[in-house]
């Protein structure tokens, strides 16, 4: 049956497609679309047990992808997760003392957006199609560092797309600036902003909203388009590894058929864990989703006493993907704590928007608390978490990592004898090795050069270097394009005229 779009904010429910929704990206009264209703899976969860990630992938994404054929589906799930992935499973559930890893980071960037930025070209070229766009795809994204990197190497080659990055020239770590310069790719620009990040955001954001400008582009046969991680074409890809990572626990003899899990997910902007609720609404036997966050505890108060409030201070942690305040996810999640209330949804998101702040009613704090527990681990936590598990298991995690495996074990430890919990792992260690090699040889490495405590980390740990950081090592990095902000609407022109 068919499933339409509407915004979370819109007490009409306007309704389009899952293609328009992917090409739009975010509602233009600011809400997130979300489908008119929530499928329920069409298979039998024993078959998970001998799917491929691709076939997990099919059978998921077709139930809330109504208006795309079998066959595009299919042509983009085998362009997306192919060799592209240095592990055929592309998301091996490992287990390392008393819980399973689920990795995430064998893709082109070694971390877990991966797994949506790599299907979202290839969505986003079929819907264009479909809507008889004749336009190319501009998509302009503005990074801290890593979803800049990830997006450039999901659309690099992919025909009739442009993608354009901007960074803050200081506000990016060596390793992520050499990341980017070293991507191929004939349709792949990026450039450093003389200012910070905000700075840099800001004027994509402008630039989006930029209606002559926005027309300039039509006329050149360009059409605008933003990869963030609000699409529904980031999010649906997610929930596929969750319905995957229980299939492969039923292959290996751990679960008995519908035994309900616990994931433990760290988050950030909210788009992970929420695919998981997804996939629990869909009929995954989850009980617990643990939403595990670092210093920047917001999620966690927010569970936890029903007040969310974003004016706190803001740290900068060795989970840096983790670093956020406002987690634009959260919208679509209220949205379903208010029963589908349109209005009640765009009420909270106004108090946030006033007041930094909402609070949700006790009735909806107990709703939440069916499906969610939360709790946080600061610096040192996580810290003695990375050299727990490389001590106890020979295994490296990366801090991301180590936050939810931290929080994993202190809920493992309150609710003994509790279902088997599986630890979404997403960034390799070889992403943060001055966080990891610190924490697992107990010492100071802040004046250690980061290829220098990439090579010592690989010595210690053994495994071989993923081929992005051979790649890193080994290609030569394009030259360096600063700009100043007020120059980055000339740059584009210049690249696509
Ligand atoms: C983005 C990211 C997260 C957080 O995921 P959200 O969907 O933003 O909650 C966690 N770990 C890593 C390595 C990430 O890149």
Redo the contacts with the bound molecule.
């Keep these: 049956m068919a499933i339409f779009y509407h915004s979370t904010r819109d007490v009409n429910k306007k309704k389009i497609t899952a293609s328009q929704a992917i090409l739009q990206g975010l509602s233009p009264d600011g809400g997130l679309y979300v489908p008119d209703r929530i499928p329920a899976i069409d298979f039998p969860l024993t078959a998970l047990a001998n799917m491929s990630y691709q076939e997990v992938a099919f059978k998921v994404l077709r139930l809330f992808l109504t208006d795309f054929s079998e066959n595009e589906l299919q042509e983009c799930i085998n362009a997306a997760y192919g060799k592209n992935f240095d592990d055929p499973a592309i998301a091996p559930l490992v287990f390392h003392e008393g819980a399973f890893y689920l990795e995430l980071?064998h893709g082109p960037t070694i971390?877990?957006?991966d797994i949506a930025l790599q299907l979202l070209p290839h969505l986003m070229t079929a819907a264009a199609q479909k809507n008889h766009s004749h336009k190319k795809i501009l998509i302009l994204t503005a990074t801290s560092g890593?979803?800049g990197k990830?997006a450039m190497a999901g659309f690099a080659n992919v025909p009739n797309t442009k993608i354009i990055v901007f960074y803050p020239q200081a506000g990016v770590s060596p390793i992520q600036e050499r990341q980017m310069l070293t991507q191929k790719g004939t349709n792949t620009y990026v450039f450093g902003i003389n200012g910070n990040f905000d700075r840099a955001q800001t004027n994509v954001k402008n630039i989006f909203n930029d209606q002559a400008f926005k027309q300039q582009l039509a006329n050149l046969n360009y059409q605008l388009s933003s990869a963030n991680?609000i699409n529904i074409g980031r999010l649906f890809p997610?929930v596929v590894y969750y319905f995957y990572a229980y299939g492969q626990l039923l292959a290996k003899r751990q679960l008995t058929n519908g035994q309900p899990v616990n994931f433990s997910?760290?988050?950030?902007?909210?788009?992970?864990?929420?695919?998981g609720y997804y996939a629990k609404k869909m009929g995954l036997p989850i009980k617990h989703l643990i939403c595990a966050s670092n210093k920047n505890k917001v999620l966690t108060d927010f569970f936890q006493t029903g007040i969310y409030d974003k004016n706190r201070p803001f740290y900068v942690t060795s989970?840096p993907?983790?670093d956020?305040l406002v987690?634009s996810?959260l919208e679509r999640l209220l949205f379903y704590l208010t029963d589908s209330d349109p209005a009640m949804t765009a009420d909270l998101m106004q108090q946030l928007q006033q007041h930094g702040a909402y609070r949700i009613s006790p009735a909806m704090q107990a709703i939440l608390a069916k499906d969610f527990s939360a709790d946080y681990a600061d610096e040192s936590a996580t810290s003695q978490e990375i050299a727990h598990v490389f001590e106890t298991c020979q295994a490296a995690i990366?801090p991301?990592?180590a936050v939810a495996s931290q929080v994993a074990r202190r809920f493992a430890a309150a609710n003994i004898n509790d279902q088997p919990m599986i630890i979404?792992s997403?960034?390799s260690p070889f992403?943060f090795p001055k966080v990891v090699l610190s924490a697992i040889t107990d010492s100071k490495v802040d004046q250690v050069p980061d290829l220098t405590a990439l090579q010592q980390l690989q010595q210690i740990i053994g495994i071989p270097y993923p081929s992005t950081i051979k790649q890193l090592l080994e290609n030569q990095p394009q030259k360096r394009h600063l700009l100043e902000p007020n120059q980055m609407q000339a740059a584009i022109l210049k690249i696509i005229a």
């Design positions: 980071f971390a877990f957006k890593d979803t990830a991680s997610q997910v760290p988050t950030g902007n909210f788009g992970d864990i929420l695919a989970s993907s983790m956020i987690s996810n990366d991301h990592t979404v997403t960034a992403k």
